[in-house]
């Protein structure tokens, strides 16, 4: 028995080890943002201290950086990214767990072997392309892309077809069209696969980097995680600063996480991972 | 079926609404000024004067929208994809490519303009935006590197004068490294180095070489070049000198500000952080010392305007007023800029300023650094100053391998 | 009622018509650029001037002559092969740990996940923070390395990062698979005496293997394009020690303009993740009944 205790006293000991490991370190991240410059590579105790906090450099971020012009970019790219994956990859789903045409198990093949090609194949040949539209530094530009995701498609598939077809046959029957069995039939049951794309597809173009770091030139038309990125280059060793606005950019997927923490596993683990 | 269709004609104009909503261009009313944001008071400054150009000429629309980020590399995308500013920074030493890739406006049929004098700024800045009678920048400020010398050192060692020549410069620094707590490692350096290829070119240029010769050829395995730069790395190998990563610092001007070493190669960016952070010190500057002749890098910028602009009478109004007696009179004054005009100088009083005349007189011989090779070059000689320093190559060996690289083509 | 004809004619313009917009944007942003990349790949094309000559495979021969290429190429290697174990084993074990009975399950499934739903350009920002001289880790061992300014250390630190991120997503990954074992194999070891670490080892690393495969899938494709961490963190430095092939592809093309160049490169990166996928089917992947 006093074995049994010592395993389990290890086994936390180890729990709580990994677990300083990983948020340890967003910990230090927050008090760093709200620390003054001189103190932050000083004694870390004094980090601790609360006569040393300041939360100036979160108005900072707010007032002297065109964060607010980020944010909604950010917020406006992402948004119309989500809503029109949501939509497309139901769709698309839908027509391949539940309508046969010639083609279909070639195309969705060809869909998933495209997969394992790498982003970074895509980066020259789609600016170049953008580049003939005049949609460099643009917001069609940084959206067009990204609004359609194949990993969506495919969960959105494997979703339907685990939809018993008793309910659509009687609905066909009755000649219901396809696109009314897709929308009051199929959507309506379809919360947790619809929830988990969205906000897996939140979480992604919230955090994309390479293809706005590479299309949006001016500040104007930059994202969160572009803005905050080049700001490391113009405010160095303000690192209160730069801690404020990157937990500021981390703070929505955090809660989306936080709140939705069921989808988001149902979805990683039905599609097995990122692309 | 009819329902579907509604349906689906409702998916396509919501797409299509929302792609074209997307797609405002830039705008194209606007006369556009860009240039690099270094930080929010820089900002301000053009910010003002723009005020005042606008009062001026209330007639020009125009907007600022300064770039944060990777600049050179910006401003040549932005060329590339059509969106390039009406106006903005050229740095001297990124012109030779632009002005290679034919993308600038050649200003002469602008600057011939009698009251604009272009006689006035100096040569060598001029010279930084030109290939062959050809202007392709108004020089809007300048900085050369000039030797920053702390005096309550200099006056401890008995020493009554800077270093005028390349012996002195050794023998100074020789005499001001001590090691005063007998650690072995002296704690307070005579020189504190860069190992940057700018900074020895200024040694090059003192030394009758060049990086790149007149014909293009390269010309690092000159007798010129590799004396200068065996005289430089000497300097660091024989311990009359040292770099600032071994005091741990991240360049020279934080050595000699927290008084770690008597003397530095810097320029004006350097005065501000004495005045603000190191205030103790007791500076003073002086020309750089000779070598065979007096010479000396030079950090220049101009404005240009893109041959593809529609905006090109606008935006050489702008350049006017911004290299005008009264444009560069108001950024002098605010900031710490040195003004390209010999005239907005002398009439603002400048050259009675122990400081400032230094820099000016230093116009006089200086030269920006530039080459005509790729881009890549400057990485590949980054590279072969680093196995000098950190691997103990000599120079002559890092410059041989840096011109394998180079000559065989890869960088094109 | 309608013709069954009639009805499957129906079925396929619908099919059609709702995957018109999906497939022409997954079209014109996938497959198109797939091929273009190619065609680019045999040019020598500038994008600051936009001009463009046929060099035919000029590109690669300079690509292979390139010490630099060869270095990223190396470092992309090295940077898998460091990374792809280690998060995979940890993704593991931070399963098997929550797979326990324990109390606060959810608090530190969320814990080690969060790091993987973080920004990347946060999670580097925050790491340059952390192995900066005076950051939080020289203090806390008494150490004085400036890790990302130091060649031998540069590529370890945006390592640590990258396993850091990773490990807690693909451990959810590894979750859904520990949830299909059935207990009754745990509980009979457990009659057999067997510990806890010789249950790991004996029942749950073998009937993960399929979980296991596509980790290590996910994670290598993952790592052979490691580029925002290598942009913010240290942008190829020092001396080229964290130059990988995503890094070099793109400031060929973005930072020296040489888009048929960088075009090249990336095919080749391509080619190269391709085939290190087809040694992993050939070696790791799990026989199906």
């Not at chain 2, 792609?19 to 301000?44: A, H, I, M, Y």
């Not at chain 3, 399950?105 to 952390?130: G, K, M, Q, W």
Request: with cysteine; net charge positive.
């Amino acid at each position: 028995m006093k074995r049994l205790q010592f395993q389990k006293f290890i086994f936390y000991a180890v729990l709580l080890l990994m677990t300083t490991v990983y948020i340890g370190p967003f910990i230090y991240q927050f008090f760093i943002s709200i620390s003054q410059s001189k103190d932050v590579f000083g004694d870390p105790v004094k980090l601790l201290q609360p006569p040393n906090w300041t939360f100036q450099n979160y108005a900072n971020v707010w007032v002297d950086l065109p964060f607010k012009q980020w944010l909604f970019n950010s917020l406006f790219i992402t948004l119309v990214q989500t809503i029109m994956n949501v939509f497309f990859s139901a769709l698309a789903g839908f027509v391949f767990a539940r309508l046969t045409f010639p083609g279909r198990k070639f195309l969705f093949g060809l869909l998933i072997s495209s997969l394992t090609v790498p982003v970074i194949i895509l980066l020259v040949p789609k600016f170049i392309f953008m580049n003939n539209l005049r949609l460099v530094n643009t917001y069609a530009g940084l959206i067009l892309p990204n609004l359609i995701t194949i990993t969506n498609i495919f969960l959105m598939k494997q979703f339907f077809e685990t939809i018993p077809k008793d309910l659509e046959e009687a609905a066909l029957i009755d000649g219901c069209s396809y696109f009314r069995i897709f929308w009051q039939i199929f959507l309506p049951v379809s919360t947790p696969a619809l929830a988990a794309v969205a906000i897996y597809t939140f979480q992604g173009s919230w955090n994309e980097f390479l293809w706005p770091v590479t299309l949006a030139i001016t500040s104007d038309k930059f994202t969160l995680p572009v803005g905050v990125g080049f700001l490391k280059n113009q405010f160095q060793s303000d690192w209160p600063l730069l801690m404020a606005g990157t937990l500021l950019i981390t703070l929505p997927t955090l809660c989306i996480f936080l709140v939705f923490q069921r989808y988001f596993v149902q979805g990683v683990a039905a599609s097995g991972g990122k692309e | 079926m009819s329902k579907l269709t509604t349906c689906w004609r409702y998916v396509l104009v919501l797409s299509i609404v929302f792609t074209f909503s997307g797609c405002q261009s830039t705008d194209t009313k606007l006369t556009r000024l860009s240039g690099w944001s270094s930080n929010p008071v820089e900002e301000k400054l053009v910010a003002g004067v723009l005020a005042d150009f606008h009062r001026e000429k209330p007639a020009v629309n125009f907007k600022y929208e300064p770039i944060p980020g990777n600049y050179t590399e910006k401003i040549q995308l932005m060329l590339g994809t059509h969106t390039a500013p009406d106006v903005f920074y050229l740095r001297g030493e990124t012109a030779p490519s632009y002005m290679r890739f034919n993308v600038l406006e050649p200003l002469n049929q602008y600057a011939a303009d009698t009251t604009f004098r272009i006689d006035d700024f100096y040569p060598a800045l001029l010279k930084s935006f030109q290939k062959g009678d050809t202007l392709y920048g108004v020089p809007k400020d300048f900085n050369p590197y000039v030797l920053f010398y702390n005096k309550a050192m200099f006056g401890e060692a008995g020493l009554t004068h800077p270093p005028q020549n390349w012996k002195e410069l050794e023998a100074f620094s020789r005499r001001m490294t001590k090691d005063t707590n007998g650690d072995g490692k002296p704690d307070q350096y005579g020189l504190v180095l860069e190992p940057t290829i700018e900074m020895i070119m200024a040694f090059v240029y003192q030394n009758g070489g060049d990086f790149q010769k007149e014909d293009g050829t390269l010309g690092i395995l000159d007798k010129n070049f590799l004396d200068a730069l065996e005289y430089y790395v000497r300097l660091y190998r024989t311990g009359a000198a040292t770099i600032p990563s071994d005091l741990s610092a991240k360049w020279n001007g934080e050595c000699f500000g927290t008084k770690k070493c008597a003397m530095v190669i810097s320029s004006g960016w350097l005065i501000p952080e004495l005045r603000t952070n190191y205030n103790d010190v007791d500076w003073g500057v002086a020309e750089l010392p000779v070598g065979r002749q007096k010479a000396t890098i030079v950090f220049t910028n101009a404005y240009a305007m893109p041959k593809e602009s529609i905006h090109k009478k606008d935006g050489w109004q702008i350049i006017d007023y911004l290299t005008s007696q009264d444009g560069l009179k108001s950024v002098v004054k605010q900031g710490l800029a040195l003004p390209p005009r010999r005239s907005v100088a002398q009439n603002l009083g400048l050259y009675n300023d122990p400081v400032k005349r230094v820099f000016l007189q230093s116009a006089e011989f200086a030269r920006t650094f530039q080459t005509t090779l790729p881009e890549r070059w400057y990485e590949e000689a980054s590279v072969a100053l680093q196995m000098i320093y950190f691997d103990n190559k000599t120079p002559r060996e890092a410059m041989e391998a840096l011109n394998r690289q180079i000559e065989s083509g890869i960088l094109q | 009622m309608p013709q069954p004809s009639t009805r499957q004619r129906d079925m396929i313009t619908i099919a059609w018509l709702f995957l018109g917009f999906p497939l022409l944007l997954i079209g014109l942003f996938v497959f198109f650029p797939i091929g273009y990349s190619l065609f680019i790949s045999f040019f020598d094309w500038n994008l600051v001037t936009n001009q463009r000559t046929f060099i035919g495979l000029a590109n690669y021969t300079r690509l292979f002559s390139d010490s630099l290429f060869w270095k990223s190429t190396g470092n992309t290697i090295l940077y898998t092969i460091g990374v792809v174990p280690i998060q995979t084993f940890l993704a593991l074990f931070l399963a098997f740990v929550m797979n326990q009975k324990i109390r606060g399950r959810s608090f530190f499934r969320a814990a080690f996940y969060i790091p993987a739903i973080t920004s990347s350009v946060v999670t580097s920002t925050l790491f340059i923070a952390l192995f900066s001289k005076q950051g939080l880790i020289n203090q806390l061992f008494g150490l004085e390395n400036d890790w990302l300014t130091n060649p031998n250390t540069a590529m370890l630190t945006i390592m640590a990062n990258n396993i850091w991120t990773t490990s807690g997503y693909f451990m959810v990954s590894f979750l859904a698979g520990l949830q299909s074992i059935p207990n009754s194999l745990y509980e009979a070891a457990r009659i057999d005496g067997a510990s806890t670490w010789q249950q790991f080892w004996k029942i749950t690393v073998p009937m993960v293997r399929p979980v296991t495969y596509f980790v290590l899938v996910l994670g290598l494709i993952g790592c052979f394009q490691v580029f925002d961490q290598i942009f913010i963190m240290s942008a190829g430095g020092p001396v080229n020690s964290t130059t990988t092939l995503s890094y070099y592809v793109y400031v060929n093309g973005f930072k020296y303009f040489k888009l048929g160049y960088a075009a090249a490169a990336a095919i080749v990166l391509a080619v190269l993740i391709f085939s290190a996928n087809q040694v992993q089917n050939r070696y790791f992947k799990p026989e199906v009944d």
